[in-house]
Every structure is written in structure tokens, then in C-alpha cells.
């Protein structure tokens, strides 16, 4: 058995586990008891929260909360919206679209690390929302969609597959002619980098008409590490390229030191800073949102003209039709006391709820 898969069969997803790593409050230990949720990380990420802290950054990422169980500004049915499941197109569940030309494939719902702020956490955290990821089905359709010429896999995560079936996957696309580009989205650099092992850079090496790229999700520079530094630079000599997606989160990377650093140290492990995503209005995570500007500020005041341009990524908020880069002019077209009217490049329309300082 390989380390990662050790992590992974260790899995801290039990109080008594979880005691282990750090002094467990009455507040933390009632969210776990009471509320009905999936929750965990690695051994290894674990290892990074701060033992007495109930605030640590990553401790907050890991550990259920009751704040979870309020929810003013979450949207209902949120990922059935956001991911244009309610249409007449025909998809399968594993297929996800906001875009002409390309799409989100879906391979799984385990993670390695349960993000309290998921997005997906309708499905991949509560799961109260059944979808079937079949891998066949999903293939079929991209194969018989010819306007398709990028793929993004993820999950869950994606990196939790086995080499044998991630080769798969990556052969079965790659035969596909009108394919371009093939994406993952995995957390796995930073929450389990034991996971880049050689089989793994086998099955992602070498050069081809049809690249991989890799974006992870790094949220405070206290998750980076030499670790982290060792994966990404065993990802790059196999000719894959990492860039960082982070979520904008209150109370853990909103503030200009934190938001600075880490997309400093981002750079020193050879992760280029690509997305800021304002924290979306999923149900349950009230707790981690901003008002809808914060990111807009921060790469204001802690990036441009404070550190290289290579540190600055977009700032954005993921949408039914599509991201909305929020910088430099915002797209912001409307305001009152409840909520934007924002633009995307198309010219189209969405309104967003204004959450209160």
C-alpha cells in the first residue's frame, strides 16, 4: 500500500480521531455529534491545525461547525442552479455546462479533505442531493458533443481514482478529436500530496497534442508546504503545469497580510495564483462570506504594486452563466440593500444577494 492510500485508509473522520490532533471544543464537538454531515481530512492535514486554536485557518477549513446549520443568504437547490442542471438539454449527472465549448465532468464524490465551505456541498458534504456519476456515460456525451474542446475532471477529487482508471480516463478523452485541453481539479498538492507518486507522473507525463493542467486549491499560506513544494515540482518535470484556485474566506484569507502572503508562497513552491473566487452562496456557509467587493479590495491593496504581477490572480464570482471577473470595473451594473445585478462578458444578467458588513 502506497503512503497516499495509507493517509486515505487513516482518514481523521471520527471525534476520537480527530482528538488526536487537536483539543476538541464543546462547540466543535456538538456540530460533529448533532449535525447530520460528512466531514474529515488526512492524517497529514490534520497535522497542520493548530492544536488549541479554534480559529486556525485550516482547522476552520476541517472541522463541522454549527454555524452551518444557519443560512440567510444560501440559495435553495443551489448546484442545480449553478450548474445548469434544470435545462432541456439532455446531460448526464456527470456533466455539468455554462459554457459552449467546454465542460465540467464530474468522476466521483470522495474527497480527501471535506471543505466546510464546498460549493458542492449540497452533494459531496450533506448529501442531500443524489446524482449518479457514471464515467461511461459521461464519455458518450462528450464524445458525441464535437463543440467540446476542453474538460475539466473533478469531483469530489478526482486524484482519489486509481492510476489505472485515471489513465483511463485520460486515454478515452485524449482519443477523442475535437478534444484540446484536459483539466483536474484537485485539492490533493495541498490536502494529501503523498498522492503524487511515480505511478501517478506516468499516467500525467509526457508530451502530447492534448495537455494537462492542474489547479488546486490553496486558501492560507499555512497549508503550503515542503510537501506541497516536492508534488508540484514532481508534477512540473512530468510537464504539467499547477495554478491555485483559491476561495475567498471570511475570517481566514480576507484580511491584506494573509491575502498577500499567500499568494506569495504560492509562487516560491512554483503555483501560479490563477483564481480568487468569491465564496458562493451554497446553503449552510453564511459564516465564510464577504461583502461581495472584498476581493476586488484585496487584490487592490495587498497585490497590485505590492508584489510581482505574477502573484495577482483574477477575481471572480462562478455563476449560472458563467464566471464574472470582478476586476477592474467590477461588472457591477446595479445595487440596492438586497442584492447586485451583475453582467457577464456576454452581456447577460444574474442578481447576487448583498451581504451586510
Given at each position: 500500500m502506497e503512503s497516499w492510500q495509507k493517509q486515505m485508509q487513516n482518514h481523521v473522520h471520527t471525534l476520537d480521531a480527530l482528538k488526536k490532533f487537536i483539543n476538541v471544543t464543546e462547540?466543535?464537538?456538538?456540530?460533529?455529534?448533532?449535525?447530520?454531515?460528512?466531514?474529515?481530512?488526512?492524517?497529514?492535514?490534520?497535522?497542520?491545525?493548530?492544536?488549541?486554536?479554534?480559529?486556525?485557518?485550516?482547522?476552520?477549513?476541517?472541522?463541522?461547525?454549527?454555524?452551518?446549520?444557519?443560512?440567510?443568504?444560501?440559495?435553495?437547490?443551489?448546484?442545480?442552479?449553478?450548474?445548469?442542471?434544470?435545462?432541456?438539454?439532455?446531460?448526464?449527472?456527470?456533466?455539468?455546462?455554462q459554457y459552449q465549448d467546454r465542460v465540467a465532468f464530474t468522476v466521483t464524490d470522495v474527497c480527501a479533505n471535506y471543505c466546510r465551505h464546498c460549493?458542492?456541498?449540497?452533494?459531496?458534504?450533506?448529501?442531500?442531493?443524489?446524482?449518479?456519476?457514471?464515467?461511461?456515460?459521461?464519455?458518450?456525451?462528450i464524445r458525441g458533443h464535437p463543440e467540446v474542446r476542453d474538460v475539466l475532471i473533478t469531483g469530489g477529487d478526482p486524484f482519489l481514482l486509481s492510476?489505472?482508471?485515471?489513465?483511463?480516463?485520460?486515454?478515452?478523452?485524449?482519443?477523442?478529436?475535437?478534444?484540446?485541453?484536459?483539466?483536474?481539479?484537485?485539492?490533493?498538492?495541498?490536502?494529501?500530496?503523498?498522492?503524487?507518486?511515480?505511478?501517478?507522473?506516468?499516467?500525467?507525463?509526457?508530451?502530447?497534442?492534448?495537455?494537462?493542467?492542474?489547479n488546486t486549491q490553496c486558501n492560507h499560506p499555512k497549508e503550503i508546504t515542503e510537501e506541497t513544494a516536492r508534488a508540484v515540482y514532481d508534477l512540473l518535470t512530468c510537464g504539467v503545469n499547477v495554478g491555485n484556485q483559491a476561495v475567498l474566506l471570511k475570517g481566514i484569507n480576507d484580511d491584506v497580510p494573509t491575502f498577500r502572503k499567500l499568494h506569495q508562497k504560492l509562487l516560491t513552491v512554483r503555483i501560479r495564483p490563477y483564481y480568487v473566487f468569491y465564496c458562493e452562496p451554497a446553503p449552510g456557509i453564511d459564516h465564510f462570506r464577504t461583502p461581495v467587493e472584498k476581493g476586488a479590495?484585496?487584490?487592490?491593496?495587498?497585490?497590485?504594486?505590492?508584489?510581482?504581477?505574477?502573484?495577482q490572480p483574477m477575481y471572480v464570482i462562478a455563476t449560472n452563466i458563467g464566471k464574472i471577473p470582478l476586476?477592474?470595473?467590477?461588472?457591477?451594473?446595479?445595487?440596492?440593500?438586497?442584492?447586485?445585478?451583475?453582467?457577464?462578458?456576454q452581456g447577460k444578467t444574474t442578481k447576487w444577494p448583498n451581504i451586510p458588513e
Open positions: 462547540q466543535e464537538e456538538r456540530a460533529i455529534t448533532e449535525m447530520h454531515t460528512r466531514w474529515g481530512t488526512t492524517p497529514y492535514f490534520a497535522a497542520l491545525m493548530d492544536k488549541n486554536d479554534p480559529n486556525c485557518p485550516i482547522r476552520r477549513q476541517v472541522v463541522p461547525s454549527l454555524l452551518e446549520q444557519k443560512n440567510t443568504y444560501g440559495l435553495a437547490n443551489y448546484l442545480i442552479w449553478k450548474e445548469n442542471r434544470a435545462t432541456d438539454e439532455v446531460r448526464p449527472d456527470s456533466i455539468a455546462r460549493f458542492r456541498k449540497e452533494l459531496v458534504v450533506d448529501r442531500e442531493l443524489q446524482l449518479r456519476f457514471d464515467v461511461e456515460e459521461g464519455l458518450d456525451w492510476d489505472d482508471k485515471l489513465a483511463y480516463l485520460i486515454d478515452q478523452l485524449r482519443n477523442m478529436p475535437h478534444l484540446q485541453m484536459i483539466r483536474f481539479g484537485t485539492r490533493t498538492p495541498i490536502v494529501l500530496p503523498q498522492r503524487i507518486t511515480e505511478g501517478l507522473k506516468k499516467v500525467l507525463a509526457g508530451r502530447h497534442p492534448v495537455p494537462i493542467w492542474i479590495e484585496l487584490v487592490r491593496d495587498a497585490i497590485r504594486g505590492h508584489t510581482t504581477g505574477l502573484a476586476m477592474p470595473d467590477y461588472y457591477i451594473m446595479d445595487k440596492n440593500e438586497t442584492e447586485y445585478t451583475l453582467r457577464n462578458y
